[in-house]
């Protein structure tokens, strides 16, 4: 079946700028999660969505970022007035009930550069 | 709080060679562990996991992982390595009441001919 999918690929911007990316979980997985990878902090957790609860924000860097998941599947991260340490990989994952041993199947990320 | 050490930055292996990454973890209680790999441009996909029961895990690709709670590891292993595993490999940790995972800084594998 199909998996996670991200939109889009690759997005630069010019440093101000505010940009959204985008997430398709798979098919009935009630837990979506975003993580930024970057070169000098590696894999973070960012922000968690569970069903109708309130999502976990634990992991954003800044008020700048924010993110929607619109009637519990498609999910939208929006950064604001973007900065150059913004620039990174962005990647959506997707479980299907969330628990802690279930598995996270992550999409293919979105490639963000901030001129 | 949780922590992930992956001493090995880069790794050299030379095809047919067997292979073991390690990975430590920090925490109090039993974890689950998971091995991750990501291939130039993809996204990341799960090779093992580890949660309860035998401390030896079987994974796709032919890969391995031993849980040794006195040592707090959970290294990855592989009896004989194809040009095709040179990757990067993420040790991610996760417990109960915390949804989100905490991933190593990652190993990349290189394998010579």
């Known amino acids: 079946g199909a998996g996670v999918s991200q939109s889009p690929s690759n997005k630069v911007t010019e440093k101000g700028k505010d940009v959204e990316l985008r997430c398709d979980p798979i098919?009935?997985?009630?837990?979506l999660y975003w993580y930024r990878q970057s070169l000098g902090q590696g894999l973070e957790f960012l922000i968690y969505?569970?069903?109708?609860?309130?999502?976990?924000k634990s992991g954003l860097p800044s008020d700048r970022f924010s993110a929607e998941r619109t009637g519990g599947s498609v999910s939208t991260l929006t950064i604001q007035r973007t900065q150059q340490e913004d620039s990174a990989v962005y990647l959506c994952?997707?479980?299907?009930?969330?628990?802690?041993?279930?598995?996270?199947?992550f999409g293919p990320g979105t490639r963000l550069t901030v001129l | 709080a949780q922590s992930v050490t992956q001493p090995d930055i880069h790794i050299t292996v030379s095809e047919g060679a067997s292979l073991e990454l390690r990975c430590n973890y920090s925490?109090?209680?039993?974890?689950?562990l998971f091995w991750y790999v990501q291939s130039p441009g993809q996204g990341l996909q799960l090779l093992l996991k580890?949660?309860?029961?035998?401390?030896l895990v079987q994974g796709i690709k032919g890969f391995e992982a031993e849980f040794k709670r006195s040592q707090s590891s959970f290294n990855l292993r592989k009896p004989s390595v194809h040009w095709s595993d040179a990757a990067e490999y993420f040790c991610?940790?996760?417990?109960?009441?915390?949804?989100?995972?905490?991933f190593g800084t990652g190993t990349r594998l290189l394998v010579s001919p």
């Open positions: 969505f569970q069903g109708n609860s309130a999502p976990d």
């Open positions: 994952a997707s479980s299907l009930e969330g628990a802690s041993a279930d598995t996270q199947y």
């Open positions: 925490y109090g209680a039993t974890p689950y």
């Open positions: 098919s009935g997985h009630t837990a």
């Open positions: 991610a940790v996760g417990n109960t009441g915390f949804q989100k995972l905490v």
């Open positions: 580890y949660f309860s029961g035998d401390t």
